[in-house]
């Protein structure tokens, strides 16, 4: 066993017995105490007090009622957030089962040793302490309290430091070991004990003092928590830690005195320190929790799907990077099983307290610009419809569609480019070129298939730019249109547990079709990683929003999805973010902290056409527009390096033999070079070339693209 809390079953009901008749000769022991304790009256008197303290008893508590905090606990029982009772209370469920065995047996020892074979009342205690009451003028010198008399004392919430209040507890303790077996006894006491301030109960005290479930627990630990209830404000570790270690001690020795403990184990367990602290309790996936118990109020426990150990990996995985980024700079993040659709694991901020980065909003799902990460999803239309293929060529060209004219993000045009390289370079104009192609209508069709809501402004149709951001959407809707990509094409309802699940129907309709998923996950696979990464490990995007408002990543191989996003809930844009510098490390280490090796991604399904550009059939070979005159052919080519009239420093008088590296942008390839208009190379797509020059001094440089067009410039080499 860990320290983890282990699942919390609910107690089965207690129903209570019915009440027997008390025997004579009890009735008149009670009522022989009453009368030694008046010094007047007689036993028939007493008798009839005990009557009436019996029938106005409360009713047998029945465990599974008893207010509790409400427990939010992971995939395997483990505690994630509890909350406390209406009345401000720390009070977890627990039962004798997920107490440490050792606590138990010193508890027993010391509270009542004869617990498992008395009927809830030690009558020679009880007689020794009216003895002592007596000889002490009418004060209570000990109580001869039994555990049973303490749950008594425990329901009914009522001092007992006095004659009524002592001989009520006697007749509820009576009551309760004829209703209630002895473990239902105990677990009430295990529930209810007080341990100073506002926490109650052996779960809430372990976790306050230790910051540990009270699975495990070492002597003096056990010991304090023995101690603690008998004066629980005057004892609380926080407040005054020599009390509590008197306390403690007074423990240990008077079970060794009766045998209960070696005296080697005690002095041992008195040189542990006490703690001087309240720990703070478990609050992990704090969002969803909350979430959880607004959906379910009166729940008691309520099981999410998230793993632990992930959850807390995560939660400090993106606690240290929004700190690298900012302090108004938030993460979230969020782990789900392609199988299942499970949620494994939902990190919505950077922090829950983080003020400046407003921690309490849970950024898993506000709705947010996704930037580029929809790009898959349009070539795959692409794909599917049959009008690309991952090796058509593509034009990467100023174009214009109406008044809407997309650049790239860096502002520059590769010219003919493959649908791999587009997608994989993200580049803006060929994504618009085939998302024109395609239909806006079936882009936000797909997306609600992948059981994504996307939000579009009100009353209006969707445009050309919700390929490049125009569109509202969550982490969580774009790891569902990703999960349904990884699942080659299958749909698939995300599932946290907060709700009751909807189960998604065996004939829903398909996001993509299993080979157009695969060319995209294909290409994805192909997308170099950042520096903490490895190549080849997940397919993935990176995504970035007009303004750099939003830094996106979301990657998945066989098995699991993730989605990450980085920006400031306040939507300030935070200048030089990009999905790739601040999103996608984060997505890799990610992978690396789910602690299970790389799952390969899909096989090709039946109807892949692995070809090289060459192959294909002539209909594919390039990606053509229904409206092909829309694109603007009036961008020649343009020597891109180097410019003109600038001095190149090759190293030529020193007796360096250096070539000179000619790149060119815009025009349409192959492309041929010149150098004082002698032809020096010939590419068929690539957009520079390399000339050796003879010797220092003036040279013209030109390139001619397919279409006849140049450009020229000319440069002094030394």
Known sequence: MTDAATAIEPTPELIPEPRRKLPIWRLLAAGLIVLLCLGAGGAWYGLGVIRDLRSALPPTPDIATIPVSTAVVDRQ??????????????????????????????????????????????WSAMLRAVGQFAGAGGHVVSGGSTLTMQVARLIEGEPTRNLWGKVRQLVHADALAHHLTKEQILTLYLTLAPYGGNIEGIRAASLTYFGKEPTRLTTAESALLVALPQSPEARRPDRDPKAAEAGRNRVLDRLVRKGALAQEEADAAKREPIPTARKPFPMLAAHMAQEAVVAQPTARRIELTVDRRLQSALERLGAGRATQLGPKVSVAI?????ASGNILASVGSAGLFAEQSHGYVDMTSAVRSPGSTLKPLIY????????????????????????????????????????RQALSESLNIPAIVVLDAVGTA???????????????????????AIGLGGVGVTLRDLVSIYAAIARGGSPVMLNDGVKPRVTEPANAALVLDPAAAWYVSDILADVPPPLNGSPGRIAYKTGTSYGYRDAWAIGYDGKTVIGVWVGRPDGEPVPGISGITAAAPVLFEAFDRLGTPAVPLRAAPAGVLVASNSQLPAPLKRFRHPDDNMVNRDA?????????GVDVDLGIASGADLSLIVKVRNGVPPFTFFANGAPFGRSAFARQNAWKPDGPGYVTLSVVDSEGRSDDVTVFLD
Do not use: C
């Not at 690309?388 to 590769?414: C, K, Q, W």
């Not at 020649?636 to 003109?644: C, G, K, L, N, S």
């Open 77 to 122: 029982g483990d505690l994630l957030r509890p909350f406390t009772t209406t009345d401000g209370r720390w009070r977890l469920p627990v039962t004798v089962a997920q107490v440490d065995r050792h606590f138990i047996d010193m508890l027993i020892a010391y509270e009542d040793q004869n617990f498992e074979t008395n009927d809830g009342i030690e």
């Open 636 to 644: 020649a080519p343009e020597i891109a390096f180097p410019t003109d």
């Open 380 to 419: 795959g239309l692409a794909f599917e419809l049959g009008l690309a293929h991952p090796e058509s060529l593509i034009e990467d060209r100023p174009t214009a569609f109406g008044g809407y004219v997309p650049v790239n993000f860096d502002g520059f045009s590769r010219g003919t480019v493959t649908i």
């Open 334 to 338: 969020v782990v789900a099983d392609q």
């Open 442 to 464: 079936r882009l936000v069709s797909r997306i609600k298939r992948a059981n994504a809501n996307p939000l579009l402004p009100d009353n209006t149709a969707p445009g050309l």
